[in-house]
């Protein structure tokens, strides 16, 4: 009666082992995805920022060009000013 005592003690002490190790394998890969959507996350808003500016330049690149169709002379001043902003961009 002893012998069986101890090998079903020894059952549920390495069933109890195995559900440790499944559940701490668990949280783990839980850990891992939700490090996964956050890093996607920063990735996207990264992206979504450089878009921002992308498109903010373009239109100041847009506007430029427009203000030089109507007025010409400004040519030398907007140079300035573009080449400034290239060096030190104001972001809105």
């Known amino acids: 009666m002893r012998f069986k005592n101890t090998v079903s003690m020894l059952n549920r002490t390495e069933q109890n082992r195995t559900e440790q190790n499944r559940t701490e394998q668990n949280r783990t890969e839980q850990n891992r995805t939700e490090q996964n959507r956050t890093e996607q996350n920063r990735t996207e808003q990264n992206r979504t920022e450089q878009n921002r500016t992308i498109s ?12 030089l169709k109507l007025c010409p002379f400004l040519s030398d ?7 400034r902003e290239r060096r030190n961009p104001i972001l809105l």
């Open 56 to 67: 903010l330049n373009f239109s100041k690149i847009n506007q430029s060009k427009k203000l």
């Open 77 to 83: 001043t907007l140079t300035v000013i573009t080449y």
